[in-house]
């Protein structure tokens, strides 16, 4: 299901929780309040084609990184980026409204962080199957450790390793995740 921003974009309230409707733009970044979010009704055949597509949620804090991976992202074709979150409690609210199969964070957060939001996923079933990505600037051994120990299969350096994310999300939207 789809969900876009209503009251927040007339008030101008910002929370930091972005979701995106691709129909309109894929570079269309909506502040949400978090207060009043409505499902967008679709018609079937494209419902159908959004399914087919690799559904992606970015954890990050940055809108300058943000921006940046979101038009990378709309350049792969059946890769569809639902939203963004810039905070831990924002992700897990996105998280359980739109459940997502691969799900890209940053450690540090502007409040919370990654590692904690690792953690409450890896203690939930539901998540079991969603590709947990880490692209961050701590990159050291310690950190790839304890993001393995709660189910992270991929992680990048954000300074020099975003071309193999990149190119891993565009072979996941040709294979999908199981292959």
């Known amino acids: 299901m789809n969900y876009r921003a209503t009251d927040s974009i007339k008030s101008g309230h910002k929370n930091g929780m ?4 691709h129909e309109h733009t894929t570079r269309a970044l909506q502040r949400d309040a978090g207060r009043h979010m409505m499902p ?11 399914q087919d597509a690799l559904q992606v949620m970015l954890v990050e804090d940055s809108h300058i990184i943000s921006d940046l991976i979101s038009e990378n992202l ?8 639902l939203g963004i979150a810039e905070t831990e409690t924002e992700a897990l609210s996105m ?18 962080n990654g590692i904690n939001l690792l953690r409450v996923l890896s203690a939930d079933p539901a998540y ?16 790839r450790r304890i993001c393995e120990q709660y189910g ?3 992680f990048f350096d954000k300074t020099s390793e975003f071309p193999q ?12 995740i199981d292959s």
């Open 18 to 21: 972005r979701l995106l409707d």
């Open 40 to 50: 967008v009704q679709r018609d079937a055949s494209l419902l159908e084609q959004k």
């Open 74 to 81: 709309a350049r792969i074709p059946k890769l569809r980026l």
């Open 95 to 112: 998280l359980q409204a739109q459940p997502c199969d691969v799900l890209i964070l940053d450690i540090q957060l502007r409040q919370g």
């Open 128 to 143: 079991a199957k969603t590709l947990k990505i880490v692209l961050s600037n701590h990159v050291s051994g310690t950190y």
């Open 152 to 154: 992270v299969q991929f």
């Open 165 to 176: 994310l990149q190119m891993l999300l565009s072979r996941l939207s040709q294979t999908g």
